[in-house]
């Protein structure tokens, strides 16, 4: 199954409230589980945007994003009818397989960089210490959780939902019963202070 053509990411969101959305999602994942190309092509229109969202803000690169959202979407036609609405909510499935696609990008592109590394060490016959390495990892994971936890509670919260739970600045909002404008201060304030603690520029 070929997924529809390039989605529009500067089209506006569908209207209707979250519940709404994902009351209409459940539906259309019914008949995509049943082989329904054209359930699954309106399944892409209303959601390719916040995929290629979450994409993008861990890629970063547009054309990777892009290639992420394809992905993602060939999962859905495959596996709709492994969707379970007693887990939770048709989107949130949908954003966990978007984040869980683009952090593999991530760690694909990761490993690759480290292949590349060790064949040029191992080419200039430079000692490799894997067990150095190890150890500069664990501290470098050390120090993203500490200085996570400089944040105040609410910047945390706000943080974590948005980038590790890849929900929108409304849907925390919405999560944590703040006006949007708040989240966003609180997001930006949060990112600030941890890019100040990791010694980011």
Known sequence: METPNAPN???????GTAVDLNQQ???LL?????????SFAEFYRLTSRRVFGMARRVLIDPELSEDTVQEVFLQVWQNAGR??????????WLMTISHRRAV?????AQSASEREARYG????DIDHDSVQDEVDSRLEAETVVRCLETL?????ESVRLAYYGGLTYREVAEKLNAAVPTI????RDGLIRLKTCLGVS
Do not use: M, N
């Open 83 to 92: 969707f379970d609405p007693a887990s939770g909510s048709p989107l949130a």
């Open 25 to 27: 999602l459940a539906q």
């Open 30 to 38: 019914e008949r995509i589980a049943q082989g329904d190309q054209a």
């Open 184 to 187: 966003k201060s609180r997001i």
């Open 104 to 108: 593999d990008r991530v760690r694909s």
């Open 9 to 15: 990411f500067d089209a506006t969101a569908p209207p």
């Open 121 to 124: 060490a191992a080419s200039q």
């Open 152 to 156: 105040t509670e609410t910047q945390q």
